[in-house]
Structure formats: C-alpha cells, structure tokens
C-alpha cells in the first residue's frame, strides 16, 4: 500500500498558542500601568517644577525690590533732612555723624557726599562690622582721603590712613551729574578693595539757581544679594543667578566668585566665561535663541538638557524706576524630583516581571491540561498519514475532546478502506498519466518542428521574394533618374516602384507577425526631431486622402518636445498602418490626425542606464468619418490575418496592420484604444511616455529637390567600389546606380573572387552578399580583416536575409554596416557619403526666389502655430489651400498685410517653394 507522508513545517505549538497571549495580555496590562504612572509622574514634576521657579523668583523679587529700595529710602530721608536743617552737609563732623547713625540703622554698605570742589564725607562698613568715617576737606588737602576709626557713639577715635582719592572721578557721582537726576550707578569695584562690587544709588543737589552743590550717595553691596541667594534652598541643586544684560554676572546662589582674577586685578565675570555648565549651557541657549540679552522682553520658561541631565529654567526680567534692567535665572534640575519616580518605576518593572513569571507557570500547566490529550490525538494522526492506519486514542475526560476522539476512531476505520482502494486507483492513475507524458512530449517536438520549419520557410520566403524585388525596386529607382524619359514613361516607373514597395510592405508585414509570435521583434530607439517626424507622414497621408477627394486634418500641440528618444521606424508604421486604415475606409468626409501633450513632465526611469530622464506623456488620435465597426467586428480587429468591412476593401490588405500596431504599441507600454459606431466612424487612440532630448541639434534636411535623384557626381577623385553578388542581376542594379554617380566599379560572383579583386583593386569601398557560393560573405569579409591592409576597408553587408540574425552575424564577422534588399538608392547613397565622406554634386534645378533680408525684416510674420496648414499646403504645391490660409491669415491682424501680399505675389509666379523657404525658419 502507498502512504502519504506529512507535510512538515514549522508551525506553533497549542501549548505555546495558550500561554503567550495570557503572558501577552499580563504583561501589557502591567506595562501600560507602569508607563501611564511613569507619564503622570512626570506631568506632576513638570508642574511641580514650574511651581517652585516661580515661587523662587517671586522671593528673588521681593528680596531685590525691598534691599534695591533701601538707598532710595536712605537717599529720601537725608534730602528732607537736608530741607529740614536737620543735615548742615557743610559740618563734616555733624553730617559723618549722621551718616554713621544711619548705617547703624539701615543694612548698607557705603552713605557719602562730595561736592564740586572734590570734598568728601563718607561712612564705610567693614567686613566685621566696624564703621569707618572718610573725609576729603579743604582744611586738610583736596585729594587726600582720611579715614578714622569711630568709638560706639559714632565719635572719630583715630586716623588709621591716608589715601590719594578723588571723588569726582567715581561712577556714583559722574553718572549723577551727567544725567541730572536720582540714578543707579554702574556696578564697580572698590579702589581699595577690588574684590568688592557694589552699586550706588545717587541724587543729585542743586541750589536755587539749579547750580550742582554736590552727590548724596548710598552703595549696596553684591555679595549681600548673593548671600541672599544661597540661602534660599529649593531642591538638592537648585540654582539662581542674576544677569545685567550685558552679560555679567550680579550675583549667584554657587560658590562661584564673581570676578576673575587677572594681573592681580579683579575683573568682573562674564556668564559665558562661568565654570558651572549648566549656567554656561543656559546662557549660550539665551544667546542662540534671542541674540542677546538685550531682546529678552517677557518671562521665558522652558526646559534644557545639559550633560545628560534636564533642567527646568525660568528667565524673568526685573527693573526698578531708577533704571536697574537685570535677568533673573531661576534653574531646577529634573533629577531632584525623579529620584522617587524613577524608583517607583524600578518596583513596577519588578511586579511586571514578577506577574509575567506568574502568568507563564499558570498558562504552562493550564496549556499541559489542554493539549495532552490533543497531543495524542496528533501523533495517532501522524502515525495513521504515515500509513499505520491501526491507530485508536484514549477517550478524554473533557466533553469536546472525548467527542473529538470518537469521531477520530470512527474516521480511522474508514481511512483504511479508503486507502486500501485508492490504492489500486492510484496504479491505473499512474499508468494514464505515464501515456499522456509521452503524447506531450511527442506533440512538443512536433510542434518545434513545425515552428522551426515555418521560421526557416519565412526566413526563405523573405529571401526568395527579396531577390527578384531587388531587381524590380533597383530599376525603378535607376529609370526614375533619367532625365530624358518622357511623363507617361515616368509615370509607368511610378506605378511599378509603388506596386514593389506595395509587395514589399505585405512581405514586411508577414515578417514582423512571424517575429511577433516567435518573440523575436525588438525596439530600436534613436533620437529624432518630432516636428519634421509628423510632417513625412502628414505628407504620405496627405496624398492619398487627395485620391479619395476626402479632407485630411493635421493638429499638433504646440507643446510637443523638439525632439524625442523612441523607436522611429516602429512609431512610424503604427501610425502609416491606422492612417492608412481610417483613409482606406472613409469616403466622405475627413480624416482627422491629432497629438496632444497629455502630461509635459514627468520622470521616467532609463532601463539601461538607470537615470531619471524628463518625459511627456503624448496621445495620439485618429478619427474619422468612415463606414465604422460592428460591436462583433471590434473584438476580432487586433487578431492576425483578420479583416473588416467589405470585400473590396478586404481585398487591399493582408489583415496584419493592426495586429503588428497592436502589439508594437504594448511593446512600447501603452495599449490602442478604440471607439467606434457602425455607419459613423471611428476613432484609434494610444498615449506613450517618449523620453525628451535636452541640447538636441537638428540635422541638416537637404533641400526638397536634392533627393538621390538630383545626385549627378561627388566632388573629389573618383572613388573604386567593389560589388561581390552571385545573382548578376542584383550586381547590375548597384553597378548601374554607382556608375550614373561616377564611382568606378568592380564586380566579384563570389566571395573567393571578391578577395581576389580586392587584393587587385584596392577598392575604396566593398559592398557584399551574404549568401554565396564557393565562399559567402562572412567568410570573406573574416578572411579580409585578417589581412592589414583591409582592417580598415569600409566593408557593407547587403542581403535579402533581414533577420537581425543577419545583421548580427555580419556586424561580428567584422562589416561595417547593413543594407537590405531591395537597395533602396536614398540609403545607398547616405551610406556612401557618410564612410567615404562625400560632398554631392546635384543637378542645376532652378532655384526658388529667394526674400532679400531688408525685405525680411520690414515683413510681420504670423506665430509658428499659423503657419504649419499654410508651409503644409504650399510644401504639397496645393494653390487652392495656399489661397485658403491666406485669406484665413489677412483676418488675424492687419500688421499680416504685407506677409500676405508677398504670398500671393509668389502664387502668382508659381514659386511655392520659395514659400516654404520662406517659411522655415519661423516655424522652429
């Protein structure tokens, strides 16, 4: 008996299934709680941080408003003391009295006077205390200060030193006198005590003829509010620090000092210069954010991380009625509030995985309880799919798993009998499928075969029909260039030209079907100019609509890119294949061309250089008003070999147009749309992505009347040209061509003799078939490159074999390019001139007037978007649509008088390519 084996992968376990969402949810739930307790602590720091700044400066506030205001107070008294006659500042010994009663009151630093004639009484307090009285007085010497000891009466008890001093030099006074009114003084130092700063506030005295009569000061020391500031304790490492807006520090709650010391000169600190990173991060944030001190207007609050640690900060401006302006820095670290938090977080991590321990030992035994008696019930299974199909599992003692066994048992039994049939099944099964594999296989080479045998048929095909079309095309091309043959003879060489091309294109046709199907159609994209792209098949369409005397309409975006990067040949015969369809089937009526820019930029990949490039999304449209498609016909229009409409009409074609359009289209990544009412018309659309070309330069257009036919000689020496062919007729027709020009030429039936006359000739130029026999054209065209004075022979590979495994076997056996058969003598002769760098003679034609250029610029010229029917019509030789845009242009503007007066003057003479000459160069 046969067994099926188990498709082993890795899955979950039951056991694992019941315990990892139970840990999940468990988990989760204490997670979250912790997370959402850990955020509400925060929000509470956050709040309890803004709380305690603001408390804190409020004190710092206070505290400056009520010392800052002491020497105001001081200043007050002593001026109604003054007014009152109860201060004579003249008495020295009764004002320094006064001054030292004062300061025994008051918690100063400094209360002095000084006159215009350099006087000076003053009140010093010491470091410990003591008082000192400093007097400056003509009875003594002006510029020498003395300084006395006093008694605890405020009496002078002895000269203790004598300083030069000159009080009209010190801050407290100049700065009162220049502003001439009660001022705070600069911050300075003291002369004998650098290491102090203080600040004095100072009034002014005038007499009655507003004359100064001296300063009345009063100095407050810093280092008072800094020990204010570092007795105020919030948090563990709570800061505060007061600014001037120059910079400098005014006091600290840090031990930081002030000042720096410098060639044993105290000068003052500057904040930026602090040895405290987190005053000096704060201050460099200030200074970043607003520039500088100065633009801080309003209270600012904010949050800072400096080293690794955040900081809660609260910059308050502060200022008093005197001109005081300070900041006011209040900083409190986050670390002196999440200590608790961050412990509380520990313990909650802690009952998390204390809680995830508990939840994975329940759901383990839970899950044991559960899956043990589904774990039986697997591995009976397993044994049963490896074909011990005598399995039977214990009843369990829960409800739904003893059912489950039951059912289980039941379906073992079964199992056996089915297997046991299956079985013999499986034998007859494989013996049908063993039969079946050899048809295929047998079909499969069969249908190699045939697909081989209709590529080689194609491929012979094309060449048979080829050769014998060389020679018609070839001819036809050689009696176009005589210039003696009379019109009807002319016209006979037409009919047969076109009836070879006719032939030619249904050849073409069935060749690309066949590559279509086999896969083998490849894109081939060059860069071309679009305008002139639109203009050659306007001109081929144009005279066929002219033959069925229908109208044939031609609108191009004025937005359309110079110049594009696509496949011109293949863009070309799908829009000839729907043109042709939509002229080939209206009578009435007209034919309507359109392109339109649907999308000027877009960005599109390049797949072989992968670069962005720039491109337009361009739809092109055809409609026309002809005999239409049945609903049942428009499902079938795209299939090879399937044509519409009637007899006649079915009969012009092969009914591969549209599907090689169809087709080459996708292959371009779009796809034709159509829409179409049986009776009225039908209407072809397609959009392609085309890739732009930037810095595109035209190419130059030879004139319309230098064609391959007006060519009678090059310039220069003559030129040898070697022609190697077996089919004598296939050499006449290149050899008549040539000669016509004035190349000498050589001919060789086979590749063998070709290298002999080569090795005689020394020829210029070689042009060769590829099939041949005795040696064909590869094997000599490997053979000459071997040899050093052919490496660097223009060599050209001509067949009707047009495979482009043709084309790449010639390329790699060393030629230099391909021409296909039927040699069409425009692209002979541009091959010629481009590897033997030819100047062509043409025939002497008539020349078109040309317009003077003094004539030019007194013409105005319509925009380029009314000129195209107009260059059109006047390209075809059409007079009566030259007359019709004519009449049309003359209602535009009357500045277009004198353009249209020079037109008309042409038409008269007949001279409508002197128009389109005319013409040209406005419609770039």
Not at 322 to 332: E, H, M
């Amino acid at each position: 008996m046969k067994r099926f084996g188990i498709l082993r992968s890795s899955k979950l376990p039951l056991r694992l299934i019941l315990i990892v969402p139970f840990v999940l949810q468990t988990f989760a739930a204490v997670s979250l709680v912790g997370y959402l307790s850990f955020r509400n602590g925060q929000k509470a720091v956050n709040d309890l941080a803004d709380q305690l700044t603001s408390k804190v400066n409020g004190l710092v506030e206070q505290h400056l408003n009520t010392y800052l205001a002491t020497p105001h107070q001081v200043n007050q008294v002593n001026l109604a003391a003054i007014k009152l006659g109860m201060l004579n500042l003249q008495d020295y010994d009764l004002a320094s009295c006064y001054f030292w009663k004062q300061m025994r009151v008051f918690n100063i630093g400094y209360i002095s006077f000084a006159n215009p004639k350099g006087e000076f009484i003053g009140v010093e307090r010491l470091d410990n205390g003591h008082l000192l009285i400093n007097e400056v007085s003509e009875k003594r010497t002006i510029g020498k200060l003395y300084v006395y000891s006093t008694d605890n009466e405020g009496n002078r008890n002895q000269l203790t030193a004598i300083k030069d001093y000159n009080p009209l030099l010190e801050a407290w006074y100049t700065d009162a006198v220049k502003m001439g009114r009660p001022v705070w003084s600069q911050i300075y130092q003291w002369e004998d005590k650098p290491e102090i700063f203080s600040i004095s506030s100072s009034y002014p005295l005038y007499d009655n003829s507003q004359n100064i009569v001296g300063v009345i000061s009063v100095d407050l020391l810093l280092t008072q509010i800094s020990d204010f500031l570092k007795n105020l304790k919030f948090g563990k490492q709570g800061k505060v620090f007061i600014l001037e807006r120059s910079g400098f520090i005014v006091a600290s709650s840090t031990n930081e000092s002030p000042y720096n010391v410098i060639d044993g000169k105290a000068h003052r600190l500057s904040v930026f210069n602090s040895q405290s990173h987190t005053i000096k991060g704060i201050a460099d944030y200030l200074q970043k954010k607003f520039g500088s001190f100065q633009k801080i207007q309003d209270t600012q609050q904010f949050t800072l991380q400096i080293k690794g640690a955040r900081q809660f900060v609260k910059v308050t401006p502060w200022q008093d009625k005197l001109g005081l302006d300070w900041l006011v820095i209040v900083i409190v670290p986050e670390t002196d509030f999440m200590a608790e938090i961050n412990a509380n977080s520990h313990t909650t991590i802690l009952l998390c995985v204390g809680a995830l321990i508990g939840a994975t030992i329940l759901g383990i035994y839970t899950s044991r309880w559960i899956a043990q008696p589904i774990l039986h019930l697997t591995q009976a299974s397993s044994a049963i799919a490896a074909g011990n199909l005598e399995q039977t599992v214990e009843i369990s003692g829960v409800k739904e798993l003893s059912i489950l066994s039951q059912s289980f048992n039941q379906m073992a039994g079964q199992l056996n009998d089915f297997f046991t049939a299956l079985e013999r099944t499986n034998q007859e099964l494989e013996q049908r499928v063993e039969l079946r594999t050899k048809e295929l296989k047998t079909a499969k080479e069969l249908a190699d075969a045939a697909n081989q045998a209709k590529s080689e048929f194609l491929a012979n095909m094309s060449h048979e029909l080829r050769t014998p079309l060389n020679g018609i095309l070839g001819y036809a091309q050689i009696l176009q260039r005589d210039i003696n043959a009379s019109t009807e003879q002319q016209n006979a060489v037409k009919v047969i030209y076109h009836c070879g091309s006719h032939l030619l294109m249904l050849i073409n046709d069935v060749l690309d079907i066949a590559k279509i199907e086999s896969q083998k159609l490849d894109l081939y994209p060059n860069i071309f100019n679009f305008n002139d792209f639109f203009l050659g098949i306007y001109d081929m369409c144009r005279i066929k609509a002219e033959q069925k005397d229908i109208i044939f309409s031609y609108q191009i975006s004025k937005d359309i890119p110079t110049a594009i990067h696509a496949d011109e040949k293949r863009l070309r015969q799908v829009l000839l294949n729907l043109l042709g369809n939509a002229i080939k089937f209206t009578d009435d009526g007209e034919v309507k061309f359109s392109v339109d820019v649907i999308n000027p930029d877009l960005l599109a990949i390049d797949n072989h250089q992968g670069e962005q490039l720039s491109t337009s999304k361009i739809r092109f449209q055809i409609e026309d008003t002809g005999v239409g498609i049945s609903l049942e016909q428009l499902q079938k229009i795209f299939l090879p070999f399937e044509q519409v409409g009637d007899s006649f009409r079915k009969a012009e074609g092969t009914g591969l147009g549209l599907a090689i359009s169809c087709q080459i289209v996708e292959m371009m990544g779009s796809k034709i749309h159509v829409e179409s009412h049986y009776g009225k018309g039908s209407k072809f659309w397609f959009d392609l992505d085309l890739p732009k070309v930037a810095d595109y330069v035209s190419s130059e257009v030879p004139h319309l009347d230098k064609c391959s036919n007006h060519i009678i000689r090059y310039k220069g020496t003559q030129k040898t040209i070697l022609v190697v062919d077996d089919i004598s007729d296939n050499r006449a027709v290149i050899v008549n061509l040539l000669k016509q020009v004035g190349f000498g030429v050589i001919e060789a039936p086979n590749g063998k003799e070709g290298i002999s006359k080569a090795q005689e000739y020394q020829p210029d130029l070689i042009i060769t078939d590829l099939g041949m026999p005795i040696m064909n054209g590869v094997q000599m065209t490997q053979d000459l490159r071997s040899q050093p004075e052919f490496a660097q022979t223009v060599i050209i590979a001509s067949s009707a074999s047009v495979f482009s495994l043709n084309r790449k076997e010639s390329l790699a056996a060393g030629c230099n390019d391909f021409l296909p058969k039927p040699v069409q003598a425009e692209e002979l002769f541009a091959q010629l001139k481009s590897y033997l760098k030819l100047d062509w003679v043409y025939e002497d034609i008539k020349i078109p007037q040309q317009i003077s250029s003094e004539n030019k610029e007194d013409i105005v010229f319509p925009p380029a978007t009314e000129l195209v029917n107009l260059y059109q019509a006047a390209k075809a030789g059409y007079v009566m649509g030259i007359q019709e845009e004519v009449n049309r242009i003359q209602k535009l503007d009357n500045e277009y008088v004198t353009f249209t007066n020079k037109i008309l003057n042409l038409i008269e003479d007949f001279e409508d390519e002197a128009i389109v000459e005319m013409l040209k160069p406005y419609l770039a």
